[in-house]
């Protein structure tokens, strides 16, 4: 995802569910504990987590889940738990510099907690619901797979800006590129 797909993403997310919040785990060591905001471009660096406040409150979200930092700089939290999914955002390869290297969500699902199930099946499918497939592709021969990858997607936004014209590649590792399916056909 491109940011303008994040933006997308997360106004998907807040219609589908109102009460999701986001985290922005880069505000570090500047404010004493980690605070819900209503947009994601509020948030800055690769990861930030997505809550939805009706699980898990800001209050106890700090309670179970923050603590301080060993070095006593800053905090750490848990990324993962009751009410929680985590994204680590896509980001420019430093090894292919044109180049988008993929992001993921990520969310523990502790066991008999359907709300939280629930939660994550809707950052799912709205994740899903726009994304296109892709296919992987040889940079050198521009040879395409004929399957599509089942665990890569992309939004609209970064499927057209890294379609592999001139080198523009969705990556998840040097020798692990993706073009939308569509494209090159």
Known sequence: MTSADEAEFAAALMKARPSIRFINMQEQPDVERPGYRTRIDACEGVHVTIVDSSIISEEDFHNRYVKRHPSG????????????????????????PDSLLNGELRASIPAGDENTEAFVAIVLREAKARAEKLVSIDAATGQRGTRVDRKFIAWPDAARRFDGVNGAYLANGAYALFVPKGVGK
């Open 73 to 96: 700089k800053g905090w750490i939290y848990a990324l993962v738990g009751s009410g929680l999914v985590s994204l680590l955002r896509s980001r420019t390869a430093d090894f292919l």
